[in-house]
């Protein structure tokens, strides 16, 4: 099982893609350095954490959008 992750980070996680849902992708590199734009994140650690939370979101609505277009 994977480990649970703490509620600042998918807050700001699910705040960042909602705001700006064009910037990010299921590219964890690309989501990264966006996050580093974005957000005045001063720990390497918790930007990478959001950009993590961020990647694994997107990559859950595209297989939701998928799943409903198959339907």
């Known amino acids: 099982m994977g480990r649970?992750?703490?509620r600042y980070i998918k807050s700001l996680g699910?705040?960042?893609l909602e705001m700006y849902p064009?910037?990010?992708t299921d590219n964890f590199e690309e989501n990264k350095k966006?996050?580093?734009e974005l957000a005045d994140i001063?720990?390497?650690t918790v930007r990478?954490?959001?950009a993590g939370y961020i990647t694994?979101?997107?990559k859950r609505r595209k297989a939701q959008e998928k799943a409903?277009?198959?339907a």
Do not use: G, I, Q, T
Request: proline share 8%.
């Open 4 to 6: 649970v992750r703490p």
């Open 56 to 58: 694994r979101l997107v």
């Open 34 to 36: 966006a996050v580093a």
């Open 22 to 24: 064009d910037k990010f």
């Open 68 to 70: 409903e277009s198959a």
């Open 48 to 50: 990478n954490k959001v």
């Open 42 to 44: 001063p720990s390497k």
């Open 14 to 16: 699910e705040k960042l």
